[in-house]
């Protein structure tokens, strides 16, 4: 009898542990790595019989709204959630993402020092990053050669608008030069924050006053402006990444400063037409490499308020993981590994011979601090963006007064100038000065 129950209470235990799931729901982006890591994840689930994985899969501007106004308001909607490197330094200080803990088997000294410093407050990884880039020169050595200029590997802006002067040939169907326009903080101005950078400008000094009508701005802004009116295709005011990998990968761009996960796209004869002519360099620059390049990941975070963080903990571990990088390898080839985050992915001969632009990548992504991006001394963190919630609506706002004085409907000094204002308004309603 004793022997019946107790076989009883231990099925009735059994019974109980297999329905204790924990359902995890991961808020994530709607691009290419995300919806492999989905496929994939069910390795995840198969390791870890007691989790269960639910997808919430979003384009890029609804996501950071859902997940925004969740984290605020301390929804508990998400038990993970996808976030830029602008939200984690700005959510972990106010306390409201879950520090990560990592064990030896995660090697957090593998991360690339640019991309684990922008997701760490006072020595606390607030994020892990999934996969990360900077901006770089992707341009036709075909045409380059033509006109018998060889490309240093890291240019000034002065050289390279003088090889879009030589190679701009409308007439063939091919523009000297390709840049964003189409307006945007983490669009045009994600461009454009780094050529200001390069000039010597800033965002703010400080004292937190924007700097939008100082030399920098006007020197850097005029000379875009000019540029793309003299050697960029018609219509730039509106392009954005896609239309412009799409006039790259069709032979129409001479040279494009963009993000590094361009490279394998343009490089890639299934995609590209003139993928065997595409070669790299640095992001130009002009009075300082302070900023010239951008610094970005997408990353996986914790909510503080979670209720699972154990099990969010794991999942984070297994898609952040060297493993993870070794599955998707195997499964998909080096060539569609997610890069910009590890040490290790670069070191493999495999991933160096399957992507000709790694080297260049990782330069690019080496170079880019965060921390100290501008000549003048600046009080925020970020590259591309100053990692302050007010940024967002500057950045909006100044990044369609850029857009119209490309498209001519403004002249570069009035959108400067009314950017000045519309930032000293958000700066001032925040508090920032009186």
Known sequence: MKLK????????????GAHANTELVIATVNNGHMIEMQKLSKQFEQANPGITLKWVTLEEGVLRQRVTTDIATKGGQFDV????MYEAPIWGKKGWLQALKTDAAYDVDDLLPAVRGGLTVDGKLFAAPFYGESSMLMYRKDLADKVGVQVPERPTWAQIADLAKKIHDPKAGVYGICLRGKPGW?????????????????WFDMQWKPQLESKPWKDAITFYVDLLKNYGPP??????????LALTNAGKCGMWIDATI???????????KVADQMAFAQAPTAATPKGANWLWSWNLAIPA???KVEAAQK???????KDYIQLVAKTNGWANVPTGTRKSTYATPEFQKAARFAAAELKAIESANPNDSTLPKSPYVGVQFAAIPEFQAIGIAVGQQMSAALAGKTSVDAALKASQTAADREMRKAGYYK
């Open 5 to 16: 129950t107790s076989l009883a209470l231990a099925f009735g235990l059994a019974a109980l």
């Open 81 to 84: 959630m996808t976030i830029g």
């Open 186 to 202: 983490g669009d045009n101005m994600a461009f454009l924050s780094t050529l200001v950078n390069t000039h010597g400008g800033q």
């Open 235 to 244: 219509g730039s005011s509106a392009n954005s990444f896609n239309e412009i």
């Open 262 to 272: 361009a490279a394998s796209f343009v490089s890639d004869p299934k995609q590209s």
């Open 305 to 307: 308020g979670s209720q």
């Open 315 to 321: 999942f984070i571990t297994w898609a952040t993981s």
